[in-house]
């Protein structure tokens, strides 16, 4: 009887279905890990102050909030050279981030729970992020406006907070003018210096010429004063006014608010407060660029390339393979050479994709874009415009890459339709070419998409190939802007990827790092569903449109 059961295949569907949920269960909870862990970061923790005494006898307050606990066994603990009192089994420690890192040197510290003599969560502790140093907590005292007090005590958390929204629409309109405006200036500036450049290699640079560019170069000139003097009179307005506050140990300490993002008092927040703080802190998170070596603000340039990124690839990559796989398909003798060629093609998908960085460092950037600025722009020479690392070389290397998943998909949509189906079309008077093109095309599109889906899933999450190709560090200035020709596909360009490698691995921050690794890890998640259940709509729209045929 077992035998037979055996036999059935019975059991080997049991185990194929108990491997996939197993594979579900694990997908799911490593999901729910990483958006716990990062999604948390961002709720507004009520702030803790301390009143410390060390094994030393040395008293302190510490103000700051807990980030994480441990139980250190108390075996272990002497070991370390911790004394345990009351002859506990465990020692309890808590992680406290305490900010003030211009002050004390690091964000922060361990403490033993055995030495809190006092602890309370008093309402008037405050917590400012800054631009620079990270967090401050502590308590506010006063506010200055031109070196003067103008608020104090109980009416300065009022006062704070709406200049602080007047600072930050200044500091916005400053960003706004210096990108933009300024941004434009420069641009048409090094645009001038090329278009001289060129005219000079050519013999061409005459005295009209001279006139012309200066001219261009004046109206410039006048421009860019009338943008400086507009952000001399922004910054001289945004340096006005200060705070002054006080550390956990009543150390005094002005920060002008130029310098101030926010500023919130956790511990009087009730809870919808918390989530209106929540959902502004998390926008931020998405819609700002980063700052303090990428351990604090946003990862706005970093979604915006990686989407950017997967767009070219797929534009690039779906052509090709589509006519790769009706040539193998629909045209090629079907002998010993064309499978060869599968066989490389299914070889190529498992080549480790560094090695795919290295062909397109080697080839691409080198050797393609080393030409392309040999011919066309010699008068940026030195200075490479498409012979080093770039968006367009980026998107070219991650199609290769993914070339052949969208090959071998879409010669099996193409292998699935009836031969009925060709022998038809062609009877009724049509050639081949428009055999393919009106009929066996349109009902292979859902394989096609099927191909394009799984390469944008593979494509979005490397880095490896991207850290040789194009993927840089920090890099506010995007592919797209407003300067013709409007998508600049020599610029280098931030990935979600490489920026949870560089935040996680090359942070000097790691402890204020990992709850960003942890954000950063789920919205590169999000963006890969999202491009894939965008695509995937398209080919369920394409497969309920072509069904009947396929009947």
Known sequence: MINGWFK????????????????????????????????????????????????????????????????????QAKEAGYQILNDAEYMEQRLIKTGN?????????????????????????????????????????????NGQIIAEGGKAYEVVQERIEQALAMHDEIEQLQKHEVGAINYSLERLRLKQRSLELKDQWNDIAKKQFAAQKTEHKKSYQVLQQQLAGLYQKIRTDSLVASDANDQTIEIP??????????????????????????????ADDPREANTEGGIFPAIFGTVMMVMLMAVIVTPFGVIAAIYLREYAPQGFVTRMIRIAVNNLAGVPSIVYGIFG?????????????????????????FGTPGLMWASLTLA????????????????????????????????????LWRTVLPMASPAMMTGLILAVARAAGEVAPLMLVGVVKLAPTLPLDGNFPFLHL????????????DVGFQSPNVEAARPLVYATSLLLVMVIIGLNMFAISIRNHLREKYRALEG
């Open 490 to 501: 020599d610029r280098k360009f931030m990935h979600l990827g490489f920026h949870i490698y």
């Open 8 to 75: 059935s295949g019975s059991p080997w569907v049991w185990l194929s279905a108990a491997a996939v949920s197993i594979s579900l269960i694990l997908v799911l909870g490593l999901l729910v890990l990483i958006a716990v862990r990062g999604l948390g970061h961002f709720w507004p923790a009520d702030i803790a102050e301390y009143h410390y005494k060390d094994q030393a006898g040395v008293s302190s307050v510490i103000v700051g909030e807990v980030v994480d606990s441990s139980l250190m066994p108390a075996s």
């Open 257 to 286: 608010l130029e310098k101030v993002v926010r500023l919130i008092r956790p511990n009087e927040m009730n809870v919808a407060h918390k989530l209106l703080e929540y959902i502004v802190k998390f926008y931020s998170f998405i």
């Open 101 to 145: 890192r211009d002050i004390t040197g690091s964000d922060f510290r361990w403490i033993q729970a055995q030495h809190i003599q006092q602890q309370s969560y008093p309402e008037d502790l405050i917590v400012i992020e800054r631009r620079e140093w990270g967090n401050f907590y502590g308590r506010l005292l006063s506010v200055k406006e």
């Open 400 to 435: 290769l890459l993914t070339l052949p998943v969208v090959i071998v998909s879409t010669e099996e949509g193409l292998s699935r339709i009836p031969k009925s189906i060709r022998e038809g079309s062609l009877a009724l008077g049509a050639t081949k070419a428009e055999t």
């Open 361 to 385: 460092l080697g080839f691409f950037v080198y050797i393609l874009g080393g030409n392309i600025d040999q011919l066309f722009y010699p008068e940026a020479s030195p200075a490479p415009v």
